[in-house]
């Protein structure tokens, strides 16, 4: 009977989902990543801080959306708990700082109890960078409690056995050929008018969503279901970093990773562009047209998205600072073991070259 009804009401349960879900608005958006990023440059504090570091030394690897839930059908986190678990592990021996970039918890359908109960493993591996001092926490719409809820500090210091900030965004700092670099790292739900603490969207989570997806065991988290709503955020966000002076804007919320502005399609579409130029022979594997060479050279290389840790397949992206160079990469399971696979990577230096 359950396949029955999934099968039925697949389609509409999921475009309800992203209806409820996202509603990107262009002049909110604009308006609340500059207030942020104006605040955290010159007010650091409670809303999140500056980090200067050396670009060609600093490591940092940042993931966001996990949505650690029950492990129960509307858990979108369980399968990827494994590459989650792993790549920590990996991240931690090799002494990178961890950025949970929001949404790391459930917290609109479960409750933190039941959250903490079920990913031990998860909060073990993060706890690893707490105790280096190599933590920080930001949240999104979904964890949304850390920055409310009056009971935040001490559940945190409970949670990790220290006491740590969770802010709504930092700013990594470093110098590139004598200019200053700002890379603004948020979750990129401020603007979004259903996702930015809307009550009615928490309470259709919660109340109506949840349990259909728990029931019809349905995970949302493929590009196939939200692209267009996707890429509708991903654009208002390009175009505000765009608009920046020596700025790189990293971003989760959308589920989709984007890197150097385009999606990994787009990207593919570049590709298949270049060699077009070279009259080279092109083999598309997807049903569009491509955009021209002229279109993907004015697009300037100032946004990225790490992409989700709750893939319906239990792969897992996020994106890597590492020692002069950045990188879209995602962990997979290939032959029951967790391997880091590096989809796309460049050099803050490339990057700045392009953008002066």
Partial sequence: MRKLIRYLFLRPILWLANTFSTAPDRQ???????????RLQTDPGKKGFVIPFDINTGKYILFSDQHKGR??????????????????????????????????????????????????????????????????????????????????????????????????GVILQAMIEERMFTIFCTHGHQG?????????????????????????????????YNATLKTEHNNIMYEWSSDQQDLLLITGHTHQPVFESLTLLERMQRRDAIKKSRNEPVQKNYNMPTPSLEFFQKIRPTYFNTGCCCYDDGDITGIEIDRGYIRLIKWEKKGGKSERVELEKISFLQLARQLS
């Avoid at 909110?28 to 104006?38: E, H």
């Avoid at 969207?201 to 969503?209: C, D, G, L, Y």
Wanted: charged fraction near 25%; charge should be negative; include cysteine.
């Fill in 71 to 168: 492990k129960n059908g509307a858990d979108d986190f369980m399968l990827a708990e494994t590459n989650y678990v792993s790549a920590l592990d990996y991240y931690n021996r090799q002494a990178f700082h961890l950025i949970c970039l929001g949404d790391c918890e459930e917290l609109w359908e479960n409750t933190l109890f039941h959250v903490k109960k079920h990913n031990t493993l998860s909060f073990e591996a993060e706890k690893k960078f707490v105790f280096r001092n190599a933590f920080t926490k930001i949240f999104g719409n979904h964890d949304l409690d850390w920055e409310i809820n009056p009971t935040a500090a001490t559940d945190l210091a409970e949670l990790y056995e220290r006491q740590i900030a969770v802010m709504e």
């Fill in 192 to 224: 979004d008018l259903q996702s930015d603490g809307n009550l009615f969207s928490k309470f259709f989570v919660s109340k109506i969503w949840a349990p259909l997806q728990a029931y019809l065991r349905i995970n949302p988290n493929t590009p196939a």
């Fill in 28 to 38: 909110r958006i604009y308006s609340a990543l500059t207030k942020l990023k104006v």
